[in-house]
């Protein structure tokens, strides 16, 4: 009795990695999409929010001065910068728009961007432009983890082939405990980072019902149902609080 349980067992675990791999790859239709329809709207936050938190800079302060947390960024029209907001479950469609490469930064002793939106297979170069060392630390589930020290000055590449399926990547300095960004992957290229009015848009969208999924480093995850038409303008704002 062992032997046939133990092989299903392979079996459905095989059949899940498939799935799975499956579930990444998004296909560009040729010729576009023509009958898309577009969505557009703001993240805002509920309520008051909080003034930024200044963090302990108890390591090379003379360089790195004050530090204020980017954790939760609101403009003066409340609307939240750096959320992730993606229309989830298109398996085709518009060719992707995002960069072909990405440049990130240490200056200041601030990884800049904080928030780095990328399609799957985009390489780039880790820069260090401030005086003293630092260190990228990447923490994520099995997409790129590297923890790499880097001098004054420096660079550090990373090729198209690390950063090959959609998740979430935080990252980090060891040295300086205040330091913090996340790099996240698209699953499609309907997937837009809002702006400081927490502002986004997304075009060229296939007509149907699916799952608008929201992202933001603090306050978490959601998701709601949503439905684009043809040839449609569809707005949508989306409220989140602490
Ligand atoms: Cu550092």
Redesign the pocket.
């Known amino acids: 009795m062992k032997l046939p349980y133990r092989s299903m067992l392979l079996f459905c675990s095989a059949l899940l990695v498939i799935t799975q791999v499956q579930a990444a790859k998004y296909k560009e239709v040729e010729g576009g999409v023509s009958n898309g329809g577009s969505l557009s709207g703001s993240i805002m936050f509920d309520g008051t929010p909080p003034p930024a938190k200044e963090l302990n800079v108890d390591?090379?302060a003379e360089h790195?001065g004050k530090q204020y947390s980017e954790n939760l960024i609101v403009g003066k029209s409340g609307g939240i910068k750096n959320a992730v907001v993606s229309v989830s479950g298109i398996a085709s469609g518009k060719a992707w728009q995002f960069p072909a490469n990405f440049t990130f930064d240490?200056h200041g002793?601030v990884f800049k961007p904080h928030v780095m939106l990328l399609k799957p297979k985009t390489g780039g170069e880790v820069l260090?432009s401030?005086p003293?060392?630092?260190?990228v630390h990447t923490i994520s589930k099995g997409i790129f983890n590297v923890n790499k020290k880097m001098k004054a000055n420096t660079e550090m590449q990373v090729k198209k082939t690390k950063l090959r399926k959609p998740g979430v990547i935080r990252v980090k300095?060891?040295?300086?405990s205040w330091?913090s960004a996340w790099w996240y992957i698209a699953e499609s290229p309907y997937t837009a980072l809002t702006d400081e009015n927490g502002n986004f848009s997304i075009g060229d969208i296939p007509p149907g019902t699916y799952q608008l999924k929201i992202w933001h480093e603090k306050l978490g995850e959601s998701e709601q149902t949503i439905t684009i038409e043809a040839g449609s303008e569809a707005k949508k704002n989306v409220s989140l609080k602490l």
Do not use: E, K, P
């Open positions: 390591t090379d790195c240490q002793c260090n401030d003293i060392g630092h260190n300095c060891d040295l300086h330091m």
